[in-house]
């Protein structure tokens, strides 16, 4: 069983819509949850952190924590051409900062 | 947030050359730096946790003789592929930890031919 998952996707969202991004882990001791975005050919790049359960908004971005289900989300409202990109979901374990990245799932923005 | 340099951003070279890749944390220190490989259309793979002043560890399968890494300083980790060969090509990233969170530079670009 892979530790991080994702669908790899091509996940594809007419623009102005909601586009949702899941991911599952399967480390109980992993405390801090990321949402990277990479676009082709580029680096990855920061875009949330998400640390207690529950929401966490910044901006158009809404990253979504459940530890029980083991499950972390990103939301993104009002997508527009410029999201479409791999989104990347890390994770790490208490006491360390070595990250484990799940595929990705690519996301296709339709103007 | 943190902005972490890399250089070259691409390089090209012969088959059985070495090549050195730099990182640098350019607005905070990082005693940690982490580096990274990527071949087309899969994700990021770890190559080797860097940390200032000690030894890097090196993860599970990757040769510490073939990628020579070192953290000279906290702003500076150096990635050395030694007598590089063509299935070496691929993207190579570095990224530093600062308050929890990993930054990554922009990445190198490595073409054996």
């Known amino acids: 069983q892979k530790e991080v998952e994702q669908n790899s996707g091509p996940l594809s969202v007419p623009e102005g819509a909601i586009a949702s991004l899941n991911c599952t882990y399967s480390d109980r001791g992993s405390q801090s949850f990321f949402w990277y975005r990479q676009y082709s050919g580029k680096s990855p790049e920061l875009i949330m952190s998400i640390y207690s359960n529950g929401d966490k908004e910044d901006g158009r971005f809404t990253a979504q924590l459940n530890k029980a289900s083991q499950y972390v989300s990103l939301l993104i409202r009002d997508s527009q051409p410029s999201d479409s990109a791999t989104y990347l979901c890390a994770v790490s374990i208490f006491g360390n900062e070595k990250l484990t990245f799940g595929t990705g799932t690519r996301l296709t923005i339709i103007p | 947030g943190a902005v972490v340099s890399q250089h070259p951003s691409w390089v090209i070279c012969k088959s059985g050359t070495s090549v050195k890749i730099e990182c640098r944390s350019l607005d905070f220190q990082a005693t940690t730096m982490f580096w990274y490989r990527q071949f087309p259309k899969q994700s990021l793979m770890l190559m080797a946790t860097?940390?200032?002043?000690?030894?890097?560890?090196?993860e599970q399968g990757v040769e510490k003789d073939k990628f020579l890494i070192n953290h000279a300083s906290l702003t500076l980790s150096t990635l050395t592929v030694t007598s590089a060969h063509p299935e070496d090509s691929s993207f190579y990233i570095c990224s530093a930890s600062v308050y929890n969170e990993q930054f990554f530079g922009p990445g190198t670009r490595l073409t054996v031919l």
């Open positions: 860097s940390n200032e002043g000690s030894k890097a560890t090196y």
